[in-house]
């Protein structure tokens, strides 16, 4: 074999899985299509997204944090959920006495660079860049890719982080629940004339859903979920027009609010693998699970998941057992699965309940935010899942 693990993919899943594995001896590639240099220095992509005290822990561990630079680290210290056009708020807080945020916004550019910059560092991997794998293929003999360029590559076992669409869990013949919500997500930068605390609004208007992110004291990103079909008027319209748009849907709660950046959209879709290995071969980051943006599970999942294989395949290697077998496999996919599957399906259900304007609709969104405000349990089980250290221990499936 020419490796021991081939990762195919080099995003942010991808390389924090080599970087996991950095300390075990074991020789691994991976394998992206993108070249080296957009990688070193990613494009801003519009997404600012919010990470939970373990993935803050994972990327610390990985060195990832530490490339950050604090500049690219927004504070999260509070959450507010509106429904329509009420005042009345779902808010939720770190719990007294403890002088930790909520949770951390870093935007998907930084995230990517400074992943990037650790795993250069490292040495963890081989990077074989700007290819692309075109044929997925795995015996019991070992895994098998060709390369766009005709090159193959041989491991002991295939690791795919090759995005929600990902063509080598397709090739795999691994079935997956696959939602495409209809909507679009827009994102832009906006300046506001007044500060915003450092809390996050997610509001459930009629027709469409807008989450104001915290950024610089006077700056945040805005996230409008609309009907796909929508989508392009608010890409046309004129940047004043815009400006009025945002401020009126954010009921003006920051004041005036202003364009400062490009506006970026993104089609939804979420996409849950039924398995997350086959012979050889597992999936991590957005090909295992591929959250809606609303619940910002996506890349946290996408951590805690390869950090769960990581430890699988380094466990089996202390025993000097195989790491590619399926005992290790199914290992890691009784920890992942029933934690990504609830949330997976409990995001779908909110946004069900959220995107669905009909009047009965209407009324269950009000006394669902007015029973979780008065649930203690339940506002601690959304401050546990952001401020978590550890693992969540479920076992329901
Ligand atoms: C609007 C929006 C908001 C979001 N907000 C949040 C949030 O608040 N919190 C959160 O945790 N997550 C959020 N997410 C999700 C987060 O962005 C993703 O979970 C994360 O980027 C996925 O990382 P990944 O490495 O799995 O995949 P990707 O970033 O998609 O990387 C996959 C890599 O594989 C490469 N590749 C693909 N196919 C091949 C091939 N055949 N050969 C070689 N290379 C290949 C690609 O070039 C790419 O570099 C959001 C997503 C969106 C769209």
């Given at each position: 074999m020419d490796y021991d693990i081939a990762i195919i993919g080099a995003g942010p899943a991808g390389l924090s899985f080599a970087l996991s594995l950095r300390q075990s001896g074991l020789k691994v590639a991976v394998i992206e299509k993108q070249p080296r240099a957009l990688l070193a220095s990613p494009p801003y992509d519009g997404r600012e997204i919010a990470l939970t005290h373990l993935s803050k822990k994972l990327m610390t561990q990985h060195g990832s944090w530490q490339q950050l630079?604090?500049?690219n680290i927004h504070q999260l210290n509070a959450a507010s959920v509106l429904n329509g056009h009420s005042d009345y708020q779902l808010y939720f807080d770190a719990p007294?006495?403890?002088?930790?945020?909520l949770g951390y916004l870093v935007s998907n550019q930084q995230i990517r660079r400074s992943v990037f910059a650790a795993f250069a560092a490292s040495h963890a991997a081989t990077l074989i860049d700007d290819?692309?794998?075109?044929r997925v293929q795995t015996e019991k003999s070992g895994g098998y890719l060709t390369l766009s360029d005709g090159r193959t590559v041989s491991a002991s076992l295939i690791v795919a982080a090759d995005t929600r669409f990902s063509e080598a869990r397709r090739q795999m013949g691994i079935a997956s629940d696959f939602n495409d919500y209809g909507r679009s997500a827009l994102l832009c930068v906006m300046e506001h004339e007044k500060p915003h605390n450092h809390t996050a609004l997610e509001c459930f208007l009629y027709g469409g859903t807008l989450a104001v992110l915290p950024l610089s004291e006077y700056t945040s990103s805005i996230v409008i979920t609309v009907n796909s079909a929508q989508v392009s008027n608010l890409l046309n319209m004129d940047e004043v027009t815009f400006s009025q748009e945002v401020s009126t849907r954010a009921g003006l709660r920051l004041g005036n609010m202003k364009q400062c950046g490009e506006r970026y959209h993104y089609p939804l879709v979420g996409v849950h693998a039924?398995?997350?290995?086959?012979q050889r071969f597992a999936l991590i980051g957005d090909a295992a699970v591929g959250m809606h943006p609303v619940t910002a599970h996506g890349f946290n999942l996408g951590l805690s998941g390869q950090d769960l294989l990581a430890s699988e395949i380094l466990k089996a290697r202390e025993k000097q057992?195989?790491?590619?077998s399926n005992t290790v496999l199914q290992a890691y996919q009784a920890k992942h699965m029933p934690n990504t599957r609830l949330l997976y399906h409990g995001t779908n259900t909110v946004v069900g309940l959220f995107t669905d304007d009909r009047l009965p609709a209407r009324l269950l969104r009000n006394a669902v935010l007015r029973v979780s405000n008065h649930l203690p349990p339940l506002k601690q089980a959304i401050r546990q899942k952001l401020m978590n250290k550890k693992h969540p221990s479920l076992r329901l499936l």
């Open positions: 630079g604090p500049e007294p006495g403890n002088d930790e945020p290819v692309s794998v075109t039924r398995r997350f290995y086959s057992q195989p790491i590619w």
